[in-house]
Nanobody, 124 residues
Framework: EVRLVESGGGSVQAGGSLRLSCAVSEYQFSRHCMAWFRQAPGEEREVVASISDISRTTYADSVKGRFTISRDSAANTLFLRMNSLKPEDTGVYYC??????????????????WGQGTQVTVSS
C-alpha cells in the first residue's frame, strides 16, 4: 500500500519560512510525478507545485519565486521550501503521488495517492 506522510507544517508570521517534507513508501518514487497541493478553508484543493521524474518543476503563479519543490530519490522524500510566506498561503498542504507513468505532472488529475495533510498557518 502506498503511504505518504507529511511533516513540517506549523504557524509562522508573514515573511517567514517553512519546509515541508513528505516521506513516501511502497511506491516507485523516482519514476513518477510528485506534487504539493493546498486547500484553504472554504476553497477547493489546488496544485501548488509539481516535479517530474527528471526534476522538471512547475508552480502556481501565486507561489512562483517564493516556493521551491525538490525530491530526494535516494531517501524517497519530497520537499517544499516556502519562503516569504503570506497570510493567503494558509491552508492544509497535501503531498500527492501520480497514479501512473507517464503523466502530465502539472495536472491535478494525474494524482491518486495522498498524504494526510499538514496545516500551515501564516499570520499577518
Amino acid at each position: 500500500e502506498v503511504r505518504l506522510v507529511e511533516s513540517g507544517g506549523g504557524s509562522v508570521q508573514a515573511g517567514g519560512s517553512l519546509r515541508l517534507s513528505c516521506a513516501v513508501s511502497e511506491y516507485q518514487f523516482s519514476r513518477h510525478c510528485m506534487a504539493w497541493f493546498r486547500q484553504a478553508p472554504g476553497e477547493e484543493r489546488e496544485v501548488v507545485a509539481s516535479i517530474s521524474d527528471i526534476s522538471r518543476t512547475t508552480y502556481a503563479d501565486s507561489v512562483k519565486g517564493r516556493f521551491t519543490i525538490s525530491r530526494d530519490s535516494a531517501a524517497n522524500t519530497l520537499f517544499l521550501r516556502m519562503n516569504s510566506l503570506k497570510p493567503e498561503d494558509t491552508g492544509v498542504y497535501y503531498c500527492a503521488a501520480a497514479q501512473w507513468y507517464p503523466a502530465m505532472c502539472e495536472r491535478a488529475s494525474a494524482y491518486g495517492y495522498w498524504g494526510q495533510g499538514t496545516q500551515v498557518t501564516v499570520s499577518s
